[in-house]
Each structure stands twice: as C-alpha cells, then as structure tokens.
C-alpha cells in the first residue's frame, strides 16, 4: 500500500515551454504532498507543500510564479514548470504523506527535466 | 528551500562489514526522524524511522541511534552487501504530517 505514482519519469522540453508533471496517490487520500528539486549530488530540497484544495505553501527562494502546483483533489498533485530555462533542469521529486503505519511519507519515482 | 546543498560525502566499505553513517539534523523542535535509501535516477526508499522519545530502534540488519543531546543520529548497517550501495539521506520533522527536511545525504560504496 501508500503507493505514489509519478509521471513523467523522463521529459525533454524547448526553453521557454512549460512542463507538467504529475503525482497520484493510487490507494490512499493524501490531503498533503509535498514537492522536492534535486540537482546531481546534491540532497532533496523541499520546494512547496501542498495542500488539497488550498494554496500551495513555499519554501523560501522559490518562485510562485514559475512553479504552479494545484492539488484538487485528494489523489492528484500537479507541479508546472512555466517558462522553464536550462537552469531548471533537475530531478524532481513528489511525496505523499501517508497515515497509518510507519510509512509517513511516500515519494514518487522522480521527474528527471531536461531543458534544452 | 531548506536542506543543505553540498556535494555529498562518500562511504566506502568492504562487502561483510558493518557501515555507519551518520548525519546531523538541525532543529532541536524535530520529533520525528526517518532514513532514506535512494538508488540513481528514484525517489527515496523507507528504511527505518525513530521518533525523540527513543534512542534506539532496530529493523532488519538496521539499527538508528538517536541522540538527541548533540542532535545526531546514525544509521548501523550490518553485513554490508552490494546491494547497499546508494545514497543514505536522514530527514526530520516536528510532528508526523510536517515538513520533511532532508540532511546532506552519503554515497555508500561497497566493494566486492
């Protein structure tokens, strides 16, 4: 159980184009799902938490603007690189939290975003 | 964002042998603490978890040890195997549905 499915796993994009990228819960509710960026050999940097139904809430230094999230429903979070330029590119990672158990938080396989 | 963005630290150690990592997290308020094991190009894995009112917690062939004093905790791995070889991150948070904040993570290297 707790699984979180992430999609795309892999996305190449023009700059200047936006990327969406996808995270469900299959079998459980996640009212909270957290969005984390990661670049080569570096640790998980936690950008938005995001709550069903509200406004995402950000961590310092990231952009609003350039990183939509929408979370509107209990099962699908959705982060949207606007704009995106060849800085942007890392992996990007989702996770869910989970009640019951001691699985907490379950992440998602990852986005790896190539701006080209 | 939080989290430290420094190149990550490596372990190596020989198949058999017991590995230690070992991290230190940053806000005294954190009551929950989890270890990660992430393989390249995947998310994070659940490996064991502990909460502040322990200092000791014991899963299959993992042990975390948490002191609290120094705010450090440590991840034992015993009989190390190839298999092990990942990237360990520890993270924490205040209250099981906070924010989860990772460490600064370690490349775990073992040689056959």
């Known amino acids: 159980g707790a699984v979180v499915s992430q999609h795309p796993s892999r996305v190449i994009c023009k700059s200047g184009t936006s990327v969406k990228i996808e995270c469900r819960s299959l079998d459980f509710q996640a009212t909270t799902m957290f969005w984390y960026r990661q670049f080569p050999k570096q640790s998980l940097m936690l950008m938005a938490t995001?709550?069903?139904?509200?406004?995402?809430?950000?961590e310092q230094g990231v952009e609003k603007d350039k990183f939509l999230i929408n979370h509107a429903s209990l099962t699908l979070s959705t982060l949207t690189v606007t704009s995106a330029h060849p800085e942007d590119s890392s992996f990007y990672i989702c996770s869910a939290h989970f009640e019951g158990a001691n699985y907490g938080y379950t992440f998602g396989s990852g986005t790896r975003l190539t701006v080209v | 964002g939080e989290s430290v963005g420094l190149h990550l630290p490596t372990l190596s150690v020989q198949e058999g042998d017991n590995s230690i990592i070992n991290c230190a997290y940053s806000?005294?308020?954190?009551?929950?603490f989890i270890w990660y094991k992430q393989e390249s190009g995947k998310g994070p894995q659940f490996i064991i978890d502990?909460?502040?009112?322990?200092d000791k917690r014991q899963g299959q062939r993992v042990t975390v040890l948490l002191n609290k004093t120094v705010k450090h905790l440590s991840l034992q791995i015993a009989a190390t195997q190839p298999g092990d070889s990942a990237v360990y991150f520890c993270?924490?948070?205040?209250?099981?549905?906070?924010?989860?904040?990772f460490g600064q993570g370690t490349t775990l290297q073992v040689k056959p």
């Open positions: 806000n005294s308020a954190s009551d929950y």
């Open positions: 993270a924490e948070t205040r209250g099981n549905t906070g924010k989860l904040i």
């Open positions: 995001s709550n069903e139904g509200s406004k995402a809430t950000y």
């Open positions: 502990i909460r502040s009112n322990m």
